[in-house]
């Protein structure tokens, strides 16, 4: 089945303490991307990469780093997470210029 | 700057036809999705303009003008479960970003 993972779906944690979210996707898309959704602000683009070892910023990406070293995983590193990146992320995957699939959305509440 | 202006919240009634309007002001344009998002889900792909017109996908079809900056999306034959929020997004020219608009939220009554 097509689709996109993220891990995890719901995270707890503390100001400082380094988290990854995983995103993987099986349908060999060059195309991954982070958001993150906000009431009020919608759908903000954090990082995209158009394929491996390719990756730029998007609108608001202070706070995060990714990385693609696998076509398949692009993973969203909070060093140091803060209460404002208290949000709800989703990962996403297409091939260039064609519309993308989402993950299921990880939760993520920093104390 | 960039920026995409959609209505905040919508109503209309199982049955009826509903036109959600969205406009946008970007730096080079490559094309207008519409995406269909329920409450604690994740966004799922309705419709995609790149050219004038309209697109027809079933129940849905959706409008391009490029020299208006102007899309809608509408939504025939309504049905409950219809009821969520509709997102349109701008893929920015040479830059490969994708702008959402914060979502118009509608609700149908039976």
């Known amino acids: 089945e097509a689709q996109v993972t993220q891990n995890p779906r719901y995270l707890i944690t503390v100001t400082g303490k380094k988290l990854t979210v995983t995103c993987s996707q099986n349908?060999?898309?060059?195309?991954m991307s982070w958001y993150r959704q906000d009431p009020g602000l919608g759908l903000r683009q954090i990082y995209y990469s158009m394929n491996v070892e390719v990756t730029d910023k998007g609108d608001v990406p202070e706070g995060y780093k990714v990385s693609r070293k696998e076509k398949r995983n692009f993973p969203l590193i909070l060093e140091s997470p803060s209460p404002n990146q208290t949000s709800l992320y989703f990962c996403?995957?297409?091939?260039?210029?064609?519309?993308?699939?989402f993950g299921d959305g990880t939760r993520l509440s920093i104390l | 700057g960039q920026n995409i202006d959609q209505p905040t919240e919508m109503t209309a009634t199982e049955g009826a036809i509903v036109q959600i309007n969205c406009t946008y002001q970007?730096?080079?344009?490559?094309?207008l999705f519409w995406y269909q998002q329920h409450a604690g889900e994740a966004p799922t792909f309705l419709s995609y303009n790149v050219l004038d017109g309209l697109e027809e996908k079933g129940r849905f079809s959706s409008f391009l003008s490029r020299s208006k900056g102007y899309s809608y999306l509408l939504l025939k034959e309504l049905q409950m479960k219809d009821s969520a929020s509709y997102l349109c997004?701008?893929?920015?020219?040479?830059?490969?970003?994708?702008?959402f608009g914060t979502g118009t939220r509608l609700q149908v009554f039976p």
């Open positions: 970007t730096s080079g344009f490559n094309g």
């Open positions: 349908m060999n898309h060059e195309y």
């Open positions: 997004a701008v893929r920015v020219k040479n830059t490969d970003k994708l702008i």
């Open positions: 996403a995957s297409g091939k260039v210029n064609q519309p993308q699939h």
